[in-house]
């Protein structure tokens, strides 16, 4: 083969030598770039060996998708019972919501997704009427849930499941920012009777546990009310959950609102702005964007916190699985309850914190220290 | 002057307190929900079904107190609870009764302010244990860790056992009896205790149930029985006499099926006509009608047609009567006359 001659400088450029690019190098240097990298990735490999195939075998290949009760499972294959699953799929989705008004849940769920993306997307086009939607959304999903004005009344103890999940997720998120907003303000406020009402009760709220609160509603509060009081149980919880975000939700919204250089509200001040503009055009957006991750942080919480419901003895998606369990055609299939009420919460989890990420790369300012 | 409006409001209070004070009866016919406090969830006891019907021992007592009262069975809301805030869920009024395979003890019963009514379930605790342990006897048990529910008599019980019998054990507790079963599946403990009626289930339904035993040794008695909060004897009255409506009825032969022949008219045995209504008017002493008993007996037949529905012979707990037979055939079930 003649060789290939260039004139000076005419050189193309060679690709890089084969032992620093491509997957062969990328595998030397972080997979076996060391001799403790060596002994690590081949525990690791053995582990992944060990654990995935039997996963895969007992939740795929060797599961049940079909069958009337356990032993019929059991009798197809030896992994996972599915088709326990299967068949309560609409009480995990559902709760005891009236079969024939199911499609109530279903359009409030649709339009929950529609309201929230005016709220998370700002460049939607008309994003503003998007957002007087979404403001009047609780009451249009309030009115289809529990009904009346042309809808059968359904009553709130037959909620339950994902719907309860997200019910009250949903209201304890939407709810707690704004309340956690103006409580942080009102702790640094000046005025000492708003401070001293802000501090105590956030400091009360956060010196108790979640459990206790909802305790203190399902039961204590009959107690208290006269007898025959009907105030409903789902409402209570509803309350107690979002004053208790909410409280949470300061903190992390104060912390924000401290790292805010004393300057710029003296700036705002300089140009005549009032506090409420200062706040909302100058402190508040800057404040918010700093607290982003514990915002979101405090929102997984809270949602993950619902499954707390059981103690007074609403059945989010766990109870509802609990008390499958006890139904004498599928007893001792736990496994397949708590991953399948696992998968649940890590999606809505999972997508609530890239969600956030995403929020946080795009309010990314050059002047970030 | 200012004493005379003293006493108005004094008055005014007193007024507003007794309107207040609704008698059970009335809250119940005019909510027109019997609020029934049940387990979040045991096999054969109360438990959903996959249209989130509740199905259950229980729950078919709940269901004819409900008949008996309201006409009808359907009208029950279930409350479901937990070991722990089943009496608080009674007392503070977010039940009208309670039926939770909860155990009838003095303290319960006195501290604790509840009435029970007639036992309609008598159990008592014992132990599962695994047969390659090689442990054939509760007093064998010393050292082992135990999976226990928190709040319940067994877990009391547990505790006297081993301290009379001079024993130590780990107790591995949990909240609720579906998770003592996981723990237990999960080998995170050596045996496994609660109501014998319990356990069967629960072996029934492991994976290899002939690889477990349930030890000899029963160590307390458990009777089980339904109860409402202490303060409304009409209520209290109410409920009693439906539990023992339902047992007398099978004492007496009367069942879903045959029920409306019996009742149709008086007829010649007159404990039957009672019970029907067709002689006498019982229902009035509890401030319902005459037709009481045979609207609770309509729901779901008496106490042995309720009793092999849910947890007999031929479902899946598949208990025996045992002492739960009716005194008529060697069992303890002993209802006192209606009459």
Redesign the interface.
Known sequence: MKPISYKIGEHPDLPPPASVTGPLAWVRNNLFSSPTNVVMTLVSVWLLFELIPPMLNWMLFDAAFSGENRDACRAQAGGACWAFIAERFRLFTYGFYPAEERWRVNLAFVLLLLALVPVLYDRLPLRKYGLYYSMVFPLIAGWLLLGGWGLAPVDTDQFGGFMLTLVIGVTGIAFSLPIGILLAMGRQSSLPVIRLVCVGFIEFIRGVPLITLLFVASTMLNYFLPKGTVFDLLLRVLIMVTLFASAYMAEVIRGGLQAIPKGQVEAAEAIGMKYWQSMRLVVLPQALKISIPGIVNTFIGLYKDTTLVIIIGLLDPLGIGRSSLADTKWTGLHNEVYLFVAIFFFISCFSMSRYSLYLEKKLQTEHDH | MRITRFMILGAVLAL?SAV???STLE?VKARGVLNCVV??????F???????RWEGFDVEFCRAVAAAVLGDGEKV?F????GK?RF??LN???GDILFRNTTETMSRDTDLKLTFLPVNYYDGQGFLIRKDSGITSAMDLSGASVCIQTGTTTELNLADFFSSNKMDYEPVNS?????S??NY?SNRCDTYTTDASALA??R????DPSAHIILPEIISKEPLAGAVRHGDDNWTDIAKWVVNALIIAEELGVTKANLHDHCAAAGDNPSINRLCGTEGNMGAFIGLDAQWAVRAIDNAGNYAEIFNATIGPD???ALERGLNASWKSGGILYAAPIR
Request: hydrophobic share 35%; no cysteine; net charge negative.
């Open positions: 507003a207040a004070q609704a809250e387990t979040t969830g045991l096999a054969g109360a438990a959903p079904d996959e249209n989130g809301r409350v479901p609870s937990t805030t608080t869920l503070s009024g977010e909240e609720t009896n579906e998770e079963i996981a599946t289930s629960t029934a339904a492991l994976k479902t899946p707990l």
